[in-house]
């Protein structure tokens, strides 16, 4: 039974991936947080923005390189928040251009779409004007800056799964999902009482 989770899990990956699927087939290896995180962020912030000028919406540094004092694998992941995500002409060609490269393709979810940088290790988060991931996103983000109890139990998680041997990364971060959405309704509970 767990072998056919396996292959829908994988078959699943390969619906949403662009080009080959990586392996890992290890470890996730985590990094004590970087002071420079923040820097990467902003250099590559910058060149998005100069490709991509007026097109860009909304862009975010996410993901746990961007709460000090959070171990982390040392990707940069980015929200990017355009006018439609599905329009990949609009921003997709314009980067491709410029050495990113396309490598999910969600269309089920928000219209989600990832892409890879030439200049540093970076997941370039795609979504469109006014979608609700992002918000929680942000406020993943800026509960677990704000929240030191929270932060820790989330790296302990991270740590008790990372060890473990993953044929995929994905499938580490599939196993982050239940601590990480009961943070999250923590962190939007307050936003909901004032919204």
């Known amino acids: 039974m767990s072998g056919d989770r396996e292959d829908s899990r994988e ?29 990467w962020f902003d250099e590559e912030a910058s060149v998005l923005r100069s490709i991509l000028a007026d097109r860009v919406l909304a862009l975010e540094h996410v993901g746990s390189t961007s709460v000090p004092g959070l171990a982390a694998k040392p990707i940069i992941d980015m929200a990017l928040v355009v006018k439609q995500s599905s329009d990949e002409a609009a921003y997709v060609a314009p ?5 990113y490269i396309l490598r999910i393709r969600e269309p089920e979810w928000h219209e989600h779409r990832v892409l890879k940088g030439p200049h540093r290790n ?39 799964v990372a060890q473990r041997t993953w044929k995929y990364v994905q499938e580490y971060a599939d196993a982050k999902t239940e601590v990480i959405e009961a943070i999250i309704t923590r962190a939007m509970a307050p936003r909901q009482e004032t919204g």
């Open 11 to 39: 078959n699943k990956l390969r619906q949403v991936t662009v080009g080959p699927l990586a392996m890992l087939d290890g470890p996730i290896i985590l990094e004590d947080y970087n002071q420079d995180w923040r820097s």
């Open 95 to 99: 980067l491709q251009a410029n050495g």
């Open 122 to 160: 970076i997941n370039l988060h795609v979504f469109s004007e006014g979608c609700a991931e992002v918000d929680r996103m942000l406020g993943f983000r800026d509960w677990l800056r704000r929240n030191p109890e929270d932060r820790d139990r989330y790296e302990r998680a991270k740590r008790g």
